[in-house]
């Protein structure tokens, strides 16, 4: 009952957080939504990545971009290798800090969070989304760093769990370890609060605590 009302509540923060930018996004308003990303920001330095589970529109739009890609078997690509490498996703961060930069100081106005959001709903219908979320999304990068001091973030009971794999094969963003004992543990810096590996676990030892 608790995973299920936790599931119910997220929903209804992801639709009304989704809502208020697409909201923004038709007024032309779309830079107001720098102080909910800020917040969430701040957030992660305590609670972990919650902005990119509960509140970020493109993690919203997965989940029926998901559904389409399945419904229309579309074909799952491996990502370049040349993408894959870590220090590669700050390529992307600096790229939208100049393209912002360069915009102001041209005085032109680019929606670059609506463009972004397109390519993101673009590269997930044949990539996993893990490969947006881990390698190529600006904002998800920053977010890594200040969710590592977070004190509160999912963890699995390493004792009590008996590992059976299925909070890994539901995880959006990979971020599930297997150690060497075979036991489950997760790696707080990409984990999205998402409470999808909680909801699967037959054994229910996994709990978003500090």
């Keep these: 009952m608790q995973h ?15 809502a208020l930018f697409i909201a923004l996004a038709a007024l032309g308003r779309v830079q107001l939504w720098l102080p909910v990303f800020l917040l969430g920001l701040v957030a992660s330095l305590f ?44 390529v992307f961060v600096v790229a939208l800090i100049g393209a912002m930069v360069i915009s102001r100081r041209m005085g032109v106005e680019l929606d670059l969070l609506v463009w972004v959001t397109a390519a993101a709903v673009v590269i997930t219908l044949f990539f996993h989304e893990s490969f947006w979320h881990t390698r190529i999304c600006p904002y998800g990068t920053l977010l890594s760093v200040t969710t590592r001091a977070a004190r509160r ?3 699995i009971d390493e004792e009590d769990c008996k590992p059976c794999g299925k909070c890994r094969r539901v995880c959006p963003t990979h971020t599930i370890a297997t ?32």
């Excluded at 299920?4 to 989704?18: E, K, N, P």
């Excluded at 739009?61 to 490498?85: D, E, G, I, T």
């Excluded at 999205?192 to 500090?210: G, K, S, W």
């Design 4 to 18: 299920r009302t936790i599931h119910r509540l997220r929903v209804v923060f992801q639709v009304a957080f989704l």
């Design 153 to 155: 973030t999912m963890r």
């Design 179 to 210: 150690l060497d004992s075979e036991k489950r543990r997760v790696l707080p810096a990409e984990c999205l609060v998402c409470f999808n590996c909680a909801e699967v676990c037959p054994q229910d030892v996994i709990r978003y605590r500090t």
């Design 47 to 90: 609670l972990g990545r919650l902005y990119c589970g509960w509140a970020c529109p493109m993690g919203t739009l997965f989940r029926p971009v998901n559904r389409l890609k399945s419904w229309l078997r579309l074909p799952r690509l491996r990502p370049p290798r040349f993408l894959q490498a870590r220090g590669v996703r700050w």
